[in-house]
């Protein structure tokens, strides 16, 4: 374990304001859907304020993955036409663009390749959700997936200092990448990711969703069924080489998350024959 290093991290997390940060209207969406008195007027009067993220808004409203048919040139009309929580999902995209949408070079990810990667775990999520009949909360599960490796943006410059030594760990100790991660740096990219959306104010399920997305067996049981959505959504996306990066062989599949969810080899085989198309629908929304 390098100390230093330790340290350092821990400086980052204790002091916010190295986080990285989004606008403030994703946290404030975000929190507002769970609200059954929300009103159409109130959730676009907040998004409305926002003028930078509204024109984004609109393109995401009108790209083939969101799109109704009927062209969308109001929040309102967005509103309106999509639902609440499509809209929801729609400010999370916009908001986290700037944060996700660079190069990862610790984790040899290129720019738009972390981006790509959360989009593509995000529209399979919501489709295992569907599959698995949880309709209520799929917007949950794709905000989860756009999300869920928010801490390797932190983590990657030391990453790249370590790279060598956590993969002779991985190797040595036969543990996963995250756990090589913590052995070698203190902390893991799920540990961080759950601070930055701690500062973000993302709610609960969301942080267990990135806290978690490797061990589902560690999620509180309240959470297993989420954090085992997007689990399986990210080893599937990783399999199929959607933002495959240095460490994205040594990522196994959950046997708690399968039993968790219920999902049979069949499925786990469709969801995959899948990724052709969620790929399409991915970079519709670049
Ligand atoms: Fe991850
Ligand atoms: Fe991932």
Redesign the pocket.
């Known amino acids: 374990m390098h100390e230093q290093i330790q340290k350092r991290i821990e400086s980052i997390i204790t002091n916010l304001d190295q986080l990285p940060s989004i606008p403030d209207v994703a946290g404030r969406v975000i929190n507002m859907v769970n609200d059954p008195e929300l009103s159409f007027k109130s959730m676009a009067d907040e998004i409305s304020k926002d003028q930078a993220i509204t024109t984004n808004i609109l393109k995401l409203c009108n790209s083939a993955f969101f799109s109704k048919g009927k062209e969308i040139t109001s929040v309102d009309r967005a509103i309106v036409t999509l639902g609440i929580k499509e809209v929801k999902d729609i400010v999370v995209i916009a908001a986290t663009r700037e944060v996700l949408n660079k190069a990862i070079l610790g984790y040899d990810l290129q720019r738009g390749e ?1 981006w790509t ?2 989009l593509a ?1 995000a529209i399979l999520a919501k489709k295992i959700a569907l599959a698995k009949n949880k309709k209520a909360v799929a917007d949950v599960a794709f905000t989860g997936g756009i999300i ?2 928010v801490g ?1 943006t932190v983590l990657a410059l030391f990453v790249s200092n370590t790279f060598k030594e956590i993969l002779s760990t991985v190797e040595s100790k036969k543990i996963t990448f995250n756990a090589a991660e913590r052995e070698v740096m203190g902390y893991d990219h799920q540990e961080i990711g759950e601070k930055v959306l701690a500062k973000w104010k993302f709610p609960e399920v969301l942080k267990a969703m990135v806290r978690f ?2 061990d589902p067996a560690l999620a509180p049981k309240e959470f297993l069924e989420m954090v085992s959505i997007v689990h399986i959504a ?1 080893v599937l ?2 399999m199929g080489g959607i ?1 495959i990066g240095a460490d994205g062989l040594y ?1 196994e599949l959950s046997d708690v998350a399968i039993k968790a969810l219920g999902v049979t080899n069949k499925e786990l085989e469709q969801f995959y024959s899948d990724l052709p198309v969620v790929l399409k629908q991915t970079k519709d929304m670049l």
């Open positions: 972390l990667h959360g775990v869920h490796d390797k997305h490797h990210n996306c990783l933002g990522h």
